[in-house]
């Protein structure tokens, strides 16, 4: 700001006239003569401590404390999300810890189930076979006693059939020699018959 101060006695020489660019800086001098004057200066004491707020400091401690309310809003906002992005940061560092911290343990489940999966499959594997050797065994015993059911059969039959053939051969044989000694008695009564005939006659006239 500028202070201007005026002299009556005598006119202001413009070039004692300065700007004063800072509060400590004093105020622009007279000539000698000046002083002997009765004006006094056209600001007094008053006037200026009411332009006192009006100083560059106190501006910029204005401009200052303005600057500061707006980088306090600005930096509670970047505090806000500094805080999401720690808050984030913590969660994913929380949650890589316990992925890390649950890997044996998923490791170790995965691992018995395919241990499981592994010895239900043998046993799986070896329970088909024991029923695969089974069924094969009761085959080929089946084929055995059909075997030792047919030759038994076979053979029953082969007896049973020689039998029956020896007896209707051997009852042929008995019908032929009934017939033949029926065949036999018939002649011998046949050539005899005249015979007896005769005897009966004679014992029927000696009666």
């Keep these: 700001m500028f202070l201007l101060y005026l002299s009556a006695s005598s006119p202001v020489d413009l070039s004692r006239v300065m700007s004063i660019s800072s509060w400590n800086v004093p105020p622009p001098t007279y000539d000698a003569h000046s002083t002997t004057t009765s004006l006094t200066p056209y600001l007094q004491l008053p006037h200026l401590l009411s332009l006192t707020w009006l100083a560059y400091p106190i501006l910029s401690l204005v401009f200052v404390a303005f600057r500061l309310q707006l980088s306090l809003a600005s930096a509670q906002d970047a505090v806000s999300s500094a805080k999401d992005q720690l808050l984030t940061s913590c969660k994913a560092a929380e949650d ?34 024991l029923v695969l050797s089974l069924t094969a065994m009761e085959a080929i015993i089946n084929f055995i006693i059909d075997f030792y059911r047919s030759t038994l059969l076979c053979f029953l039959e082969f007896v049973v059939r020689g039998g029956l053939s020896i007896l209707i051969g051997a009852v042929q044989e008995v019908c032929k020699f009934v017939i033949f000694l029926q065949r036999a008695t018939n002649f011998l009564i046949g050539q005899q018959s005249p015979l007896i005939r005769y005897h009966q006659l004679a014992y029927r006239h000696s009666e």
């Design 96 to 129: 890589a810890a316990t992925s890390t911290a649950s890997m044996p343990r998923y490791m170790a489940l995965a691992t018995n189930k395919q241990y499981a999966d592994a010895i239900n499959a043998s046993m799986n594997a070896a329970r088909a076979a």
